[in-house]
């Protein structure tokens, strides 16, 4: 079945410090979702992306999806206290934007 | 908008029990999925439903049952709890087209002993 695997599976960084988290999909997605959990609460939605090549932006966060659509990255600039939590890629696949497959996300630890 | 709402918040079962995770949308969604989650190891789909009536496994289905009776409401049910079955359970629901944001309920914490 479709796998997608999420780089780094940790990472922790002094405030004001670049992060990037990269998601990379066994199969061809018909779009890509990024969700932000913080520590004892539920995913919460960030972005989807869903064309060849895309990158959006959302202030400090850019997301950027693949021109094969197999793998994305969201890219943190100047990292501040309120990014910390797991940032989870989902990816669909086989013309399902909605039967989502996770990402094991990574864990984004800032100093402060 | 309450979004969607999931009970108990947590719950301790003994092996061999059965219980009902309950959820329930307000957001008039088609898509409704119940997923599981791990330490470390990111969500797991266990079940999903596309409509009232409509209900398909996922990737990690043994052990639990589902219904969707009404749009609303999708129930996951635990039958002869086991230990593996610990776990956070998170309810979501979604539109159907267009962007299809997942909304998770706020989840619920099983503990088999």
């Known amino acids: 079945g479709q796998q997608v695997m999420q780089i780094p599976q940790y990472q922790h960084v002094q405030e004001g410090e670049d992060f990037t988290t990269y998601c990379n999909s066994s199969t061809t997605l018909s779009n890509i979702q990024w969700y932000k959990q913080r520590p004892g609460g539920h995913p919460v939605f960030l972005i989807q992306l869903v064309k060849s090549g895309e990158v959006k932006k959302q202030k400090r966060l850019t997301f950027q999806f693949g021109e094969a659509k197999k793998n994305s990255s969201l890219h943190i600039t100047a990292t501040q206290t309120t990014d910390v939590g797991t940032y989870f890629c989902a990816g669909g696949s086989g013309g399902s934007n909605y039967k989502l497959t996770f990402g094991k996300g990574t864990l984004l630890t800032v100093n402060p | 908008n309450a979004g969607v709402t999931q009970t108990p918040k947590f719950r301790i079962l003994k092996i061999g029990q059965s219980m009902t995770l309950q959820c329930t949308q307000d957001?008039?969604?088609?898509?409704m999925y119940w997923y599981r989650q791990d330490p470390g190891m990111g969500l797991k789909l266990i079940y999903y439903?596309?409509?009232?009536?409509?209900?398909d496994k996922g990737e990690v289905p043994n052990g639990y049952n589902v219904s969707r009776s009404t749009t609303e409401d999708f129930p996951l049910r635990l039958e002869l709890a086991a230990p593996s079955q610990t776990s956070v359970y998170f309810c979501?629901?979604?539109?159907?087209?267009?962007?299809?944001?997942?909304?998770f309920g706020q989840g619920t914490r099983l503990t088999v002993v």
């Open positions: 957001m008039n969604h088609n898509y």
């Open positions: 979501a629901s979604s539109y159907s087209v267009g962007i299809t944001e997942a909304f």
């Open positions: 439903s596309v409509g009232a009536g409509i209900t």
